[in-house]
């Protein structure tokens, strides 16, 4: 007769096998966890890049592509390098070089006569050259007439200044500002080329420059975020920044806030802070309405909960967590194919040109939401399935608790599906994060935030930021406050086609 032990001892015994199951779980997904990451970094350091987290827009190619012959692709893309050489050569300064017939030649080859006419408009080929930059130092010199009396003199008016008494004209702060913000480039180098072109220069002196021109140009900057934030759907992202500080350097945070009015403008402003907290989407966009398209950060609960903007999600951040766990459970690659799709119906909505209409909300409604529906039961059906701490639990974890945020984009054609443009907002901070490494104190990283949010914009919407910062420089301080917008590189771009037509 088999031996029953007593209840107490049964007891401890189930208890202490409960413990042992929830901590071998515990250690497995934290191994997941470890061999997904491991998975990550080789992929990052040895892998090649295709094995990386490939774009949207390159499996949506790669699919059109797949469906057309070799020939008609090959054809569509000559096509499309044909029209982006012929619009970058209309936008080239172009000049005509005229040559002549040597005097030696102006003769006949055949008869040997000399009377030669012109035939046609002649021969033209087409040069690309490089005319090397350069700086020059301008002597100005005023004319004094006088009186005879004696008494009475008149002085011409002199050059414009950004300030009075200096030396450095608007296009020399232009191309400070623009060197640093839009091609990353430390200002102790900028110091070498500027030596090189002919002009005494330290970094310390461009540093106090461009620190200048940030604090004329500190309305535009000023405005231009206070019409994002006025705007109906922002996005926004951070990205961190260093500080320099007394013997090593502290965290400092770089935020964007952008978007695209009515006619298509974009508009970008960033602002710096010391800190990550909710403090500065509050100071930004408090006591606005509207949409904010943001990751899963809880520092934009400032502004979403419980009244202020609603919250939009990132599919992109989604998909991007999907991948990371693959290689752990290939079974993520249904995620993406459903995600995918999503945005198969976005690029038919941008093929169509119906983008932001009352078409695109009926596109998503007809095809993204069941798309949305099958992928919400593929996630409850595949939660019970994995480890809560492993990468795939965390991916459906992530996917499950933003649901709401993620699907709202599927009643309202003005919301986005990711918040890819704030991203890319923010590579030129990271490249230049990169170059000079850090800023020196708060009051220039708010500086650094304001000229980036100027160039940025400009770049956004085709305005070269040398021509549009020399301009304003000089007008901003004149213009009259309750017209700032005019002077944004949208308005001003807009305005300047106006004058020259």
């Known amino acids: 007769m088999p031996r029953v032990l007593p209840l107490d001892h049964q007891c401890a015994w189930r208890e202490e096998a409960e413990e042992l199951k929830a901590e071998v779980g515990r250690i497995g997904g934290e191994l997941d966890a470890l061999q997904s990451q491991l998975a990550a970094l080789q992929r990052h350091v040895f892998g090649r890049r295709a094995e990386r987290l490939p774009p949207v827009a390159a499996e949506l190619r790669a699919e059109a592509t797949s469906a057309e012959s070799t020939a008609a692709r090959d054809e569509a893309a000559k096509k499309k ?167 090593k350097t502290k965290r400092g945070y770089l935020w964007t806030f952008l978007t695209q009015n009515e006619k298509g403008d974009w508009l970008i402003g960033y602002r710096f802070s010391l800190g990550r907290a909710g403090t500065t989407p509050k100071e930004v966009l408090g006591g606005t309405t509207g949409a904010l398209v943001v990751d899963a950060y809880t520092g934009y609960n400032a502004v979403t909960l419980p009244t202020g903007r609603v919250r939009v999600g990132c599919w992109a951040h989604c998909r991007r967590r999907f991948f990371e766990a693959l290689g752990t459970a290939p079974e993520a690659r249904e995620a993406l194919d459903f995600i995918l799709a999503l945005y198969r119906v976005e690029a038919h909505a941008r093929d169509a040109g119906v983008v932001r209409t009352a078409t695109h909300r009926h596109l998503r409604q007809q095809h993204s939401a069941p798309v949305l529906g099958k992928l919400r039961a593929w996630l409850d059906a595949q939660a019970a399935r994995h480890l809560p701490k492993g990468p795939m639990g965390q991916a459906i974890s992530y996917a499950l608790n933003q649901w709401d945020a993620l699907s709202r984009f599927v009643s309202d054609e003005c919301l986005p599906l990711d918040n890819n443009r704030a991203e890319a907002a923010l590579r030129k901070a990271a490249l230049g994060r990169k170059n000079f490494l850090f800023v020196g ?61």
């Open 81 to 247: 390098r044909r029209e982006r050489a012929a619009r970058k050569a209309a936008e080239c300064p172009t000049r005509e070089i005229r040559h002549a017939v040597p005097a030696e030649a102006r003769h006949c080859p055949v008869c040997g006569s000399e009377e030669l006419k012109p035939v046609g408009k002649g021969r033209t080929s087409e040069v690309y050259e490089y005319l090397p930059a350069r700086f020059e130092r301008q002597v100005h010199v005023r004319e004094v007439l006088g009186c005879k009396c004696g008494q009475g003199w008149v002085t011409a008016p002199g050059p414009a200044k950004v300030v009075d008494k200096g030396e450095y004209g608007p296009g020399f702060l232009a191309h400070v500002v623009t060197s640093k913000c839009a091609d990353a480039m430390p200002l102790h180098r900028l110091a070498l080329r500027v030596e090189r072109g002919g002009v005494p220069m330290s970094r310390s002196t461009l540093t106090d420059l461009f620190h200048l021109s940030a604090s004329v140009l500190l309305p535009l900057s000023r405005h231009l975020l206070q019409c994002v934030a006025s705007s109906e759907v922002v996005w926004a992202d951070e990205t961190p920044l260093r500080v320099l500080d007394v013997k």
């Open 441 to 501: 104190h708060e009051a220039a990283g708010e500086n650094l935030a304001g000229l980036y949010a100027l160039v940025a914009t400009c770049e956004a919407n085709h305005v070269n930021p040398e021509e549009y910062l020399a301009d304003v420089l000089l007008r901003v301080q004149t213009h009259p406050n309750s017209c700032i917008g005019e002077l944004l590189p949208h308005e001003w771009k807009r305005r300047r086609a106006v004058d020259s037509s």
